[in-house]
């Protein structure tokens, strides 16, 4: 008895709603291609940032406490190797006369730096163009110098289906 209910109750609800069959007709899109004027380009640019390290060299004059320092430093190494060879070999000669050693009058310090480049590249162009005495803008991958061609579609509006309210 209870499905026979159920039964009588969905026949009833499908009776007493009207079946509105609709079908929905597409526009098909009308479309041709023309050549518009351009106004402007205006390029738009990436800014990139690269970054190397490069050793840089400054010559800086040595100071003169380091000179003669070392100098005498030198001096004495040599003469102490001199007088030991003298020793072994028990000359009382005088040994030649050693070259003296020259310091270099300028230092070299070297550093390493960074050095930051900026580049910059066009990545695209937003073009100003005229058609049919209206004015637009859009932005492109390339120039496209004095003439833009152009694609126009035309399709007819059609409104939206509104819910029809079905009443006693």
């Given at each position: 008895?209870?499905?026979l ?14 079946v ?23 390029p ?61 009058a300028v ?23 005229i ?13 496209p110098?004095n003439?833009l ?9 059609v ?6 309210a079905?009443?006693?």
């Open positions: 008895m209870p499905r209910r159920t039964t009588l109750f969905l026949s009833c609800l499908l009776l007493a709603a009207p509105v069959a609709q079908e929905r007709v597409i526009p098909t899109e009308n479309v041709r291609l023309d050549y518009a004027q351009v106004l402007g380009v205006e738009v640019y990436q800014t990139l940032r690269a970054t190397r390290t490069e050793q840089r060299c400054d010559e800086v004059p040595a100071s003169k406490a380091e000179a003669p320092a070392q100098g005498a430093k030198e001096e004495g190494r040599w003469s102490r190797m001199v007088s030991s060879v003298r020793g072994w070999f028990g000359g009382d000669e005088e040994p030649a006369q050693t070259p003296p050693v020259t310091l270099p230092k070299v310090n070297c550093r390493i730096v960074p050095i930051e480049r900026e580049f910059q590249r066009p990545i695209a162009y937003d073009v100003d163009y058609y049919k005495g209206v004015k637009y803008r859009s932005r492109l991958a390339e120039d110098g003439r061609r152009i694609r126009i579609s035309v399709v007819p509006y409104a939206p289906v509104q819910p029809t079905s009443g006693p």
